[in-house]
Each structure stands twice: as structure tokens, then as C-alpha cells.
């Protein structure tokens, strides 16, 4: 009976060493990780709400990332969208309607800044942050805008802008190079040699947008009579010049021209009686009522044929510059329907004939921005997809490269007068249409918008995850001045168990009776 007494003593003091060793591991460990175990079921009661803030904090996290990559897209977007504008800001100044200048490649002084400004453009709209294309839209496989060679002068069998314009140029100036517009021979009739009317028609070559059109005419001229045109509305149209007698010195003619493609902007040609045709936009004083007739006649095909070189082709221009820019939302360019050009009714598809100067996503959409999305916070979603091809960005690329790609290199008055008519037309696509802003600064502003989206919700991440950080180590969390006191307590009473060990061990049972 004693010695059992003497073995349970010694299995006891084993145990209870084993079980204070156990527990200061425990100890040691929480002291460690500062935390009070490995398992949701160390934290006791707390464990659903630990569990439930842990997930949260996972969440928040996996939002960060996305908010990470946002801003870098973001930010870089704002800057290249702040140097467009600067770009669009100089393109306008450098088309000065007072500066034609030729240098020796051709072109004007205005045109190598213009075109300096142009490349500028196309380099930024091609921008690319690790991968994603900002101007592209959600396609991030590519540049957006075709290389500037192949805009300008085509590429294989397909045309670039350069021959889209002289293809509208040949259907706007028509094959007589006066804007569509016929002018016939005199009809006069004679009484014993002696003319005594004498009248010529002006009428339009059909019913078409290419060309002028006529808008209405105004005779200051005695002894001359205008029947028509019928005006707006009316397609094709026409007016008759008819001399009875002989005008008076001074006296002057107006007939007003409207432009393509819309026919809402007006050109005058105003032809003045003088004795002799030197000054423009004269006609001469004839022997007879024919022969004045006949100077009118003169007079007035000149004047369409210098208008149909200058306002006319530069209305061209800028038709033409729709035509091959404006593709957003899956649009095709478009072409005249030819050859032949010059006598041309109507225009056409021109896809898979024309370069495709913007290649990223262009599927029908009224809102870009819904192109590229980042979820940042449940139920919050931020759109900053931007594409190339709207209406801001392609105004400015448009206008640059219409003006880069007219020609003035003739160095004649017509050249320079064609050069200021260019110059205030794409100037104008540069300028916004009310006082307000810019289609880039309206861009700019949508991003900026997201941008201070996606920073608040940055803030507000970065308070809440703090804040279910904090729950957390309180929940599983230790105190580590107890856990200190309680680790030095059990460190003693190891001390003491293992010396009652040593005694017991050492009893033998002759030491015991």
C-alpha cells in the first residue's frame, strides 16, 4: 500500500509538470504572436464577430488593389488631358488667318507648328500604363490611333485624309471649277443688228449637297432684271441675269452663295458696273447692252471660280475632315461616291477603302466612360473609359490634320486667300461651341470627377479598415504585462514541481520504511 502511495505521488508530479510545461508554451507563443491563439475558437464568444470583421478587412483590401490601379489610370489621364488642351490652346494660335508664309518644303510656318502639335496629340492619345491604353476605350491590345503617315497619306489600297479631300474638293468644285454651278451662253435678241435684251442663267448642276448653293440675289443694276432663285428649298435652282438697257457707272450686283455640307453659311460675291474690269470684282461698261452683258457674265465666273478655290475648298475641307474623323460609336468614315468625283451625287461607306485612323473599342455607345469600370466599395462602381475618337479629342486631332493637309504651296493670291478661309475654319473646330469650356476640358472634368471619387472612398477605406483593425487585436489580442506576470508564475512553479520531482524520484524503499 505505500509504495503504490509512492507511485501515484510520482505519476502526479509527472502530469502536473507536463501540464504547467504545456501551458507555458501556450504562453510563450501568444506572448510572441500577441494574439490569444491560432483558431477562431481562442477568442471565445467573440469569434462570429472576428470572423465577420476579418472579411471585411480582406474586402477592403482587395478594394485598395483596385483603387491602386484606378488612380494610376486616373492620374494619368487628368496630366495627358491637361496637355491636349494646352495643345488645342496653341493649334488655335497657330492657325493666324493673317500669317501665310511659305517656306521652302511647301508648306507655311503656321503648318510645321501645327504639325509638330499634331504628332504631340497622336503620341498622347497613345498612351498605355502597364498595359491599358487610356484612349482606347476597354481594348488595351493596341495603340488607339493609327500611325500619322498612314492617317495623312493612306496605307496600302486604303485612302488617308489627303485624298479624301481632294476627292471632295473634285465633287465640290465640279468639272468647270465654279462650284457645281452652270453658267450659259448669252441669249440675246436684235432688233436691225441692234441688241435690245440680252440675258445669260446661273442654275445649279443638280439636286446634291456638293457645291453652292444658290441662296438669293440682289440687283442694284437699271434697266436689269433677276428672276429667282427660288431660295432654300429648292433643288436644283436657278436665276436669270436680263439686260434691257445699259446700267449705270457704280451700280452693283450681290449674289449670295451658300456653303456645304449643311448650305447654312453664306458667301457674297458683289460685282460693281465700272468703265473698265482692272479692280476685282468689277465688270466693264460695254458698247452696247450685250456686250456689258457679256462682262457680267465674265466677271461673275471669275468670282465663282475664285470662291470655289478659296471658301469653297475650304468648306470641302472641313466636310472632308468629318467625313474621315468622325467614327465614334462604330460609325464608318465616308467617301465620295466615285470616280468620277467632279460630277458626284452622293457619298458613301468608306469602310475597308479608308485608313481607320482610331482602332480602339468603338462599339455604339452615348458614354464612353462606361468603357472602363472599377469597383472600389460595395456598391460603388467608377467609370473613366475615354476614347480617342470623341467628340473634344477628335476635334483636335481633325482640325490639325486637315490644316497640316491642305495645300498651299502655289504661293498665289488664291493660295493665300484659300489659306485664311482653312485657317478660320479648323480654327473654329478648335474653338468651343459656347463660352463655357472645351470637349477636352468636358472629358477632363468627368475624370476628375471619378478621381475624387475613388480618393474619398480611398480615405474612407483606410479610416474603416483601421477602425475593424483596432476590434480585431482587441478580440484576439493578449495583454502582455499578464501574460508576462503569468508566464514568470508558471516558470516558478515549474521550478518547484520539478524540484518535488527530484525528491520523489530519488525515494527508494528502504529509504521509505
Known amino acids: 500500500m505505500a509504495i503504490d502511495t509512492i507511485t501515484t505521488s510520482r505519476h502526479y508530479l509527472t502530469k502536473q509538470v507536463t501540464s504547467l510545461s504545456k501551458t507555458l508554451n501556450e504562453k510563450t507563443v501568444q506572448l510572441a504572436s500577441g494574439k ?14 472576428d470572423l465577420e470583421l476579418t472579411q471585411k478587412v480582406k474586402r477592403i483590401e482587395a478594394y485598395e488593389e483596385t483603387i491602386v490601379q484606378a488612380n494610376l489610370h486616373i492620374e494619368t489621364l487628368n496630366l495627358t488631358l491637361e496637355r491636349l488642351e494646352d495643345i488645342r490652346i496653341d493649334g488655335k494660335a497657330s492657325m493666324d488667318l493673317n500669317d501665310y508664309e511659305l517656306q521652302s518644303d511647301g508648306q507655311t510656318r503656321t503648318q510645321a507648328t501645327a504639325e509638330l502639335l499634331l504628332y504631340e496629340a497622336a503620341n ?33 489600297d486604303r485612302a488617308g485624309l489627303r485624298q479624301v479631300m481632294d476627292e471632295f474638293r473634285q465633287a465640290n468644285q465640279g468639272p468647270n471649277a465654279n462650284g457645281r454651278l452652270d453658267v450659259s451662253a448669252l441669249t440675246t435678241n436684235y432688233v436691225a443688228a441692234v441688241p435690245t435684251d440680252s440675258t445669260f442663267t446661273v442654275a445649279e448642276d443638280g439636286a446634291h449637297d456638293f457645291g453652292f448653293d444658290l441662296s438669293s440675289v440682289t440687283s442694284g443694276l437699271t434697266n436689269v432684271s433677276v428672276t429667282g432663285p427660288a431660295g432654300p428649298g429648292t433643288d436644283p435652282d436657278s436665276f436669270d441675269i436680263q439686260f434691257t438697257g445699259q446700267p449705270t457707272l ?48 465674265t466677271a461673275l465666273n471669275t468670282a465663282l471660280e475664285r470662291e470655289a478655290a ?43 477603302t479608308t485608313v481607320e485612323w482610331y482602332v480602339g473599342e468603338n462599339t455604339a455607345t452615348t458614354d464612353a466612360r462606361t468603357d472602363k469600370t472599377a469597383v472600389i466599395d460595395d456598391n460603388l462602381t467608377v467609370n473613366y473609359g475615354v476614347r480617342a475618337n470623341e467628340e473634344g479629342l477628335r476635334d483636335l486631332i481633325k482640325a490639325l490634320a486637315v490644316f497640316v493637309a491642305a495645300d498651299f504651296s502655289g504661293g498665289t493670291q488664291t493660295d493665300e486667300l484659300y489659306y485664311g478661309d482653312v485657317a478660320a475654319a479648323t480654327r473654329a473646330i478648335l474653338a468651343p461651341t459656347s463660352s463655357d469650356e472645351s470637349g477636352i476640358v468636358d472629358i477632363s472634368t468627368d475624370v476628375s470627377l471619378a478621381y475624387r471619387t475613388v480618393d474619398a472612398t480611398s480615405d474612407r477605406h483606410v479610416v474603416q479598415k483601421s477602425s475593424f483593425k483596432t476590434t480585431i487585436e482587441e478580440i484576439e489580442g493578449v495583454d502582455n504585462e ?15 514541481s520539478y524540484r518535488a520531482s527530484s525528491i520523489v524520484y530519488q525515494l527508494t524503499l528502504a529509504d521509505y520504511i
Do not use: C
Not at 453659311?265 to 465700272?274: G, P, S
Not at 467617301?335 to 468620277?340: E, Y
Open 250 to 297: 457704280g451700280e452693283s450686283i450681290s449674289i449670295e452663295l451658300t456653303l456645304p455640307p449643311a448650305h447654312d453659311k453664306a458667301v457674297t460675291i458683289e460685282l460693281t458696273l465700272a468703265a473698265s474690269n482692272t479692280v476685282p470684282d468689277t465688270f466693264a461698261l460695254g458698247a452696247d447692252l450685250e456686250e456689258t452683258a457679256a462682262n457680267l457674265r
Open 310 to 352: 478659296t471658301s469653297l475648298r475650304a468648306a470641302s475641307d472641313a466636310w472632308a475632315g468629318d467625313s474621315f474623323f468622325n467614327t465614334f460609336a462604330g460609325a464608318d468614315p465616308v467617301r465620295v461616291d466615285g470616280p468620277p468625283f467632279d460630277t458626284a451625287t452622293a457619298t458613301t461607306s468608306g469602310a475597308g
Open 36 to 49: 490569444s491563439g491560432t483558431t477562431y475558437g481562442s477568442v471565445g464568444n467573440s469569434r462570429l464577430l
Open 482 to 496: 499578464l501574460l508576462a506576470a503569468e508566464i514568470l508564475q508558471l516558470q516558478t512553479n515549474i521550478e518547484a
Open 124 to 156: 498622347l492619345l497613345n498612351t498605355e500604363v502597364a498595359g491599358y491604353y487610356l484612349y482606347g476605350g476597354g481594348v488595351a491590345s493596341e495603340d488607339p490611333v493609327t500611325r500619322m503617315d498612314a492617317i495623312l497619306d493612306g496605307a496600302g
